[in-house]
């Protein structure tokens, strides 16, 4: 199953030390002018607040920003990752140099605010469907370069992993099909290619689903099925393979489409269509 990271498992370290990197250096070029207008020898309190309610994400990128910018700089999270969150409520501190507590906040509040946002939206999601047994699956259309941020933000919000690129789970489309031949050469060369590997086929039409589970295929996308052929697909492929309901799925249709019984639905809401949580640093003292 290519369901591949834990809820709550914050990605290996090195890759949050690049994120921050990156983000430093895009935002820092030759360094902070402004900053330098503050005396190097202060020391500030600072508190960073939400605007509004939510769920809270990014608490590991917060200390790697600081601590890439000036290691005297005191962080101390006052939320969980995955907490829920209200107006007005202090989500963490800070204490050091106030010249690199300028410097960071904007690094590290888009972060949070960013992350944060995808945590939000996916508790929301998944709160609708709690009653059933479907999992919530975000998707590959992430912001470049925050792949694994992102999905480590769609666990803090209750909902699953997809495959986390093309490396580590086959998905077989409708222009891979076109290119191999059918639906059954491109199953049985990906089982000879990586054995181990799940392998998904997307499916457009009743005779593709057909061919698919024909094929052997592990976990099967339903390509903008009705609810009453997701019903048919559900009760002919039980027990055969896994079933994904993806394509023309939003908040109205959500629950509906969950309760047909199939495994998995697929958003990239997730991901790609967020609000930023509206955040603010206040320096205290």
């Given amino acids: 199953m290519p369901l591949s ?27 902070d002018i402004t900053a330098q207008l503050i005396p190097a020898e202060r020391t500030n309190q600072a508190r960073v607040i939400t605007r509004e309610a939510g769920v809270f994400s990014g608490g590991p990128w917060v200390k790697e920003v600081f601590r890439q910018i000036d290691t005297r700089v005191f962080v101390a999270m006052l939320v969980k990752e995955g907490e829920r969150v209200v107006a007005g409520q202090t989500l963490f501190r ?9 410097t960071g ?6 972060f949070v605010q960013t992350l944060s946002a995808t945590a939000t939206r996916c ?20 912001l470049p370069g925050l792949r694994l941020a992102q999905k480590y933000a769609v666990t803090c919000g209750g909902c699953f992993n997809h495959r986390l690129g093309l490396y580590d789970a086959f998905l077989i489309k409708e222009n891979h099909i076109a290119a191999a031949g059918s639906i059954a050469k491109a199953v049985a060369a990906a089982q000879k290619l990586a054995p181990g590997k799940s392998v998904e086929v997307e499916v ?3 005779d593709e689903l057909d061919q698919a589970l024909a094929a052997g295929a592990d976990w099967i996308m339903l390509d903008e099925f009705s609810l009453e052929e997701t019903r048919k697909a559900v009760k002919l492929t039980q027990g055969k393979a896994k079933l994904e309901a993806s394509g023309g ?37």
Avoid: W
């Avoid at 800070?94 to 300028?102: D, H, Q, S, Y």
């Avoid at 059933?132 to 975000?138: G, K, M």
């Avoid at 629950?255 to 955040?279: C, H, N, P, R």
């Fill in 94 to 102: 800070l204490e050091g140099p106030a010249r690199a507590l300028l």
């Fill in 123 to 142: 508790r929301e999601y998944a709160d609708l469907v709690a009653h059933t047994q479907v999992r919530l699956l975000d998707t590959r259309k992430t």
């Fill in 5 to 31: 990271i834990q809820p709550l498992t914050p990605p290996n370290p090195a890759q949050i030390q690049q994120d921050v990197a990156q983000a430093l250096a895009e935002d820092l070029g030759s360094g």
């Fill in 204 to 206: 457009e039409t009743f």
């Fill in 105 to 110: 906040e904007r690094t590290a509040l888009n």
């Fill in 249 to 285: 799925i939003n908040k109205r249709s959500l629950v509906a489409m969950a309760e047909t019984g199939v495994d998995y639905i697929s958003l990239g809401i997730f991901t790609k269509d967020i609000q930023s949580l509206d955040l603010s640093m206040r320096f205290t003292s």
